[in-house]
């Protein structure tokens, strides 16, 4: 097992639970912890990471759970590719601009996620799938998530959900979706 993709296996198993059966979009992809459990759960999945290095860590990751034939592995700039991405649920944990981000009351997407804000990531996975999926500090600010779903034509539904690792609140995932579709 390589590094990191312990810890939140269970936050990442219950995403895949919440994401469908459809192709998943795992935009920043990391070592591979969602895009696994993801593979689990659905047909499809794209995994996305800029880190040339990680995404051979998520192959070698996906190889041992045994779901490599499900991922399709991109090593890109997803900020680059993204125009010509499709799916049904596009699930996005982007950088949160390192460990600062839990020494702010509240934790503000407009200028403290990287390298984008957090209405332009919206704005960006909005046009790839009806469902979008993102995995948020805890102390995000909920009413600018508000306004990312009021932001959409017609607004999205937004639900919001507090994910708890042994009794401690460790993150937020905020899930929109097009209810016109
Ligand atoms: P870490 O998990 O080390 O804290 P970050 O939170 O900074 O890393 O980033 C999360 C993941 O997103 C990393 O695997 C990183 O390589 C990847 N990443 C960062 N920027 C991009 C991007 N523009 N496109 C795709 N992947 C990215």
Same mark, same amino acid.
């Given at each position: 097992m390589l590094p990191n993709i312990g810890a939140r296996e269970s936050i990442a198993r219950h995403h895949a639970s919440r994401c469908g059966n459809g192709t998943v979009v795992d935009?920043?992809? &990391?070592? &591979?912890g969602n895009s696994i459990q993801f593979a689990f759960k659905s047909n499809h999945v794209i995994a996305i990471d800029i880190d040339s290095q990680r995404i051979d860590y998520a192959q070698h990751n996906a190889a041992i759970y045994g779901v490599s034939d499900k991922i399709d592995f991109i090593n890109a700039d997803f900020f680059q590719i993204a125009h010509c991405l499709k799916g049904d649920s596009v699930f996005l944990s982007p950088p949160w601009g390192g460990p600062d981000y839990a020494k702010v009351q509240k934790y503000d997407m407009e200028t403290m996620l990287k390298p984008h804000t957090g209405s332009f990531l919206f704005k960006i996975a909005s046009k790839m799938a009806p469902k979008v999926v993102m995995f948020l500090p805890r102390n995000v600010d909920l009413n600018q998530l508000a306004e990312l779903a009021l932001s959409a034509t017609p607004p999205w539904s937004l639900e919001v959900e507090r994910n708890f690792l042994n009794g401690k609140l460790k993150a937020i995932t905020a899930y929109f979706e097009n209810t016109a579709k």
């Open positions: 935009c920043f992809a &990391g070592v &591979g």
